[in-house]
């Protein structure tokens, strides 16, 4: 029975539509190691089927491979973009599933290029250092470049499957990338365990047992320490829907809600999500300048997305009012949702080209931190929290980060679920806490160590009070800065293949 069940399990993988329909399977499942279903485990599997075979692959059957399987995991992971395209772009259905099937193409071509870059240069090298050495190099290599190729979009890096993982503890010490880097390297060594099976048994298990042994150590090092200096906050989560949010005649029902439910509130901080005035701010003046009275007299600071003019540029902005001070503009903006490029040519095709609020201009990269009272607060507008140089830089001297958004652009889909487990990697990375505020959900607070203290459900209307507590001392990835901390991450494997390139071939 084993050996007819082995035969026909051949004859099904020697069928080229079934080993297709595999692999987009295989690439698909990665998804489920993310939130929200949080299977952080099933990055392995989808991994090792992927690369199993790669080294005997030519550089057409390696485009061919890589594609399949990323289109299956872009597909799975970020299809909701056409909610965003379709519900709220007001493109016809047939369009939005175009436009979001071109961006998946798009990205899987671009995830495709670390096995190109694997088998261009790497294919004849020894079996153990293409799996061991060469692929967590390329695929390295491959999400660095997606931090800033084309604007950047480092979403569904490997590395955030495993927020709930054990794998976790390396990302207060190198950063989220070590963890990518590392998937691949067991990936690696769980291939080379079914390609050369026993031989290889004793290097994989000693791998392993250090692997095992030095995350936990490391789980247990407390990089940095609660102080005694706290700050009571609460969160405004007014769950309106996208399609109303601009209309004139929400406006004033919006602004009320905000105003009045401030006003019961005693917290140190209150804070309202992304864009949260649907207006300009010289638009409301008067309306801002009653919110920072009446919060004066509590001696209560107020922090608002809005967006602010100043001569002919529009901000995507958060405004301290109150007995709090400063503003932030957002640095980075979304593509299509902020900024339409190619402009001159797009405007007026189609209402996704035509939103309210997608011309705004970019902050700059060295605003001063907000401050409420002895705390400093760093920002993070929406689409900023996935990049950590952004984050980094906004830290220096900061006691917790807090990031705006209105995710109600995803609707009811996973996006509002992978954009709070990337919020979370940061705080983990940083040592510090970090206070999410949403229109629609998910808000939360999070602590220094990633845990969620107290959220907000999507689509929840109402408010989250918290106290959160200030952080003595740094990380050493917040010490050392994403950019170095890849170069280190990087150097070890580049080292170690300028070290079998440069030694003599057995022929010589």
């Not at 261009?120 to 290599?141: D, G, T």
Request: hydrophobic content about 50%; glycine content about 6%.
């Amino acid at each position: 029975m084993t050996a007819q069940l082995t035969l026909m399990f051949e004859r099904l993988l020697a069928n080229r539509f079934t080993k297709l329909f595999i692999t987009v399977l295989a690439g698909a499942s990665l998804v489920l190691a993310f939130a929200p279903f949080n299977y952080w485990y099933l990055v392995f599997p989808g991994l090792i089927w992927l690369v199993l075979p790669l080294q005997k692959l030519n550089i057409r059957q390696t485009l061919k491979r890589g594609l399949v399987f990323n289109i299956g995991f872009y597909g799975a992971g970020i299809s909701w973009i056409h909610i965003s395209v379709h519900r709220f772009g007001e493109a016809p259905l047939w369009l939005s599933i175009f436009l979001t099937s071109i961006l998946i193409f798009l990205l899987s071509l671009f995830s495709t290029t670390a096995l190109l870059i694997l088998n261009h240069f790497f294919s004849k090298m020894n079996q153990r250092i293409y799996f061991l050495v060469a692929l967590p190099f390329s695929w390295l290599f491959m999400e660095w470049t997606s931090t800033w190729f084309l604007t950047g979009f480092p979403w569904l890096n490997l590395a955030y499957s495993q927020i709930n993982s054990p794998l976790i503890s390396l990302a207060p010490l190198m950063g989220s990338a070590a963890i990518s880097l590392l998937i691949v390297f067991i990936a690696g060594i769980l291939s080379l365990l079914i390609l050369e099976g026993k031989s290889f048994i004793r290097f994989a298990s000693f791998s392993m047992i250090f692997i095992v042994g030095s995350l936990a150590y490391t789980a247990q090092i407390p990089w940095v320490h609660p102080t005694d200096k706290t700050l009571s906050i609460s969160l405004i989560q007014p769950n309106i829907s996208q399609d109303k949010k601009w209309k004139i005649e929400e406006r004033i029902k919006t602004l009320e809600y905000f105003r009045d439910t401030t006003d019961t509130l005693d917290a140190q901080l209150v804070i309202w999500p992304e864009g949260a005035v649907p207006a300009l701010a010289r638009s409301v003046s008067n309306y801002l300048l009653n919110v920072d009275i009446k919060a004066r007299k509590k001696s209560q600071a107020v922090l608002t997305g809005i967006a602010v003019l100043e001569g002919d540029d529009i901000y995507n902005a958060t405004l301290m009012l109150g007995s709090g001070e400063g503003k932030y503009y957002k640095q980075h903006l979304l593509p299509f949702g902020e900024f339409v490029p190619f402009e001159s040519v797009l405007r007026g095709l189609i209402a996704l080209f035509d939103l309210p609020m997608s011309s705004f201009s970019e902050g700059s990269d060295d605003q001063p931190l907000l401050t409420v009272g002895d705390w400093n607060i760093a920002m993070a507008l929406c689409y900023e929290i996935i990049f950590q140089d952004i984050v980094a830089n906004q830290l220096e001297g900061a006691d917790v980060l807090i990031t705006l958004s209105n995710d109600a652009w995803f609707g009811d889909s996973l996006g509002a679920y992978q954009h709070l487990e990337i919020a979370r990697m940061r705080a983990i990375e940083n040592g510090v806490p970090v206070i999410r505020a949403t229109n629609d959900g998910i808000s939360a607070v999070i602590d220094h160590r990633g845990k969620i203290q107290a959220k907000l459900v999507k689509f929840e209307k109402g408010v989250l009070s918290q106290t959160i507590t200030a952080i003595d001392g740094k990380t050493p990835f917040r010490n050392l800065g994403p950019a170095l901390s890849f170069l280190i991450l990087l150097s070890i494997p580049a080292l170690v293949l300028m070290f079998e390139f440069g030694r003599p071939s057995k022929k010589d």
